[in-house]
Nanobody, 126 residues
Framework: QVQVAESGGGSVQAGGSLRLSCAVS????????IGWFRQAPGKEPGGVAV???????FYIAAVKGRFSVFRDSAKRTVYLQMNNLQPDDTAMYSC????????????????????WGQGTQVTVSS
């Protein structure tokens, strides 16, 4: 059974940086997709960034140029590097695993992901 677990959240001031990690276990192949999603209080959850099984990436407009998603295959971990964080980035961030999504040209629907982490809180103060 595939499991993913996030870590690395915290509190920073506007302009600061954080790196979130998503550790994958229970899947023996190296090609898989990880999506990052976030939900702010009182708002609907939404996709943030994704790395496909072929290492293609997609970012929503709000984070493009500030966030970067990449993987360390040896550690079976995908990272979300978040720079120049702003108060609007405050949310619970979750990663999700998909064995089916390969090339990404937009943010895949959440229904395509088979396993979800518990989430890690990111709080950005002004």
């Amino acid at each position: 059974q595939v499991q993913v677990a996030e870590s690395g959240g915290g509190s920073v001031q506007a302009g600061g940086s954080l790196r979130l990690s998503c550790a994958v276990s229970g899947y023996r192949f190296n090609s898989y997709c990880i999506g990052w999603f976030r939900q702010a209080p009182g708002k609907e959850p939404g996709g943030v960034a994704v790395i496909g099984g072929d290492d293609s990436t997609f970012y929503i407009a709000a984070v493009k140029g500030r966030f970067s998603v990449f993987r360390d295959s040896a550690k079976r971990t995908v990272y979300l590097q978040m720079n120049n964080l702003q108060p609007d980035d405050t949310a619970m961030y979750s990663c999700a695993f998909s064995s089916a999504v390969n090339n990404v040209q937009n943010m895949p629907s959440g229904v395509l992901f088979e396993a979800w982490g518990q989430g890690t809180q990111v709080t950005v103060s002004s």
